[in-house]
């Protein structure tokens, strides 16, 4: 009597484990990859710098024209981080949420047959 009980304990505990690994392990993973990329991203946009010297002259050429197009490039160039950056937040999340979704899938495929 008690192995069938200590198989059955065994068993819960592994799905346990396997549904805590895949959530909770999966997610921290993910979030690690995706602060990572953005990180990666950052030290080629480097959207702090550009929105820091957002209004100085391009190149440091105190007239008009260096204000004028040291305010329009760093701009687009901040409006570019910042999509890229919601971009690639928008995709990771999407994705994190179809891999968290496959274990309920595959358990209504399994019950459902």
């Known amino acids: ?3 069938p009980i200590y198989f059955l304990n065994f068993f819960l505990i592994k799905i346990y484990d ?3 690994h895949w959530y909770v392990g999966g997610f921290f993973a993910w979030v690690n ?6 990180e990666r991203f950052d ?6 710098i550009t929105v820091r010297h957002l209004f100085s002259p391009l190149y440091q050429e105190w007239n008009l024209a260096g204000f004028i197009l040291g305010f329009i490039f760093r701009s687009i160039r901040a409006i570019a981080a910042v999509s890229l950056y919601g971009l690639v937040i928008l995709a990771s999340f999407i994705l ?3 891999w968290a979704a496959l274990p309920v899938y595959f358990i209504y495929k399994i019950i459902k047959g």
Do not use: H
Not at 33 to 38: I, N, Q, R, S
Not at 43 to 48: D, E, G, S, V, Y
């Open 1 to 3: 009597m008690t192995a």
């Open 18 to 20: 396997f549904f805590r």
């Open 33 to 38: 990859a995706t602060v990572g990329l953005l």
């Open 43 to 48: 030290r080629r946009l480097a959207l702090r």
């Open 96 to 98: 994190y949420v179809a």
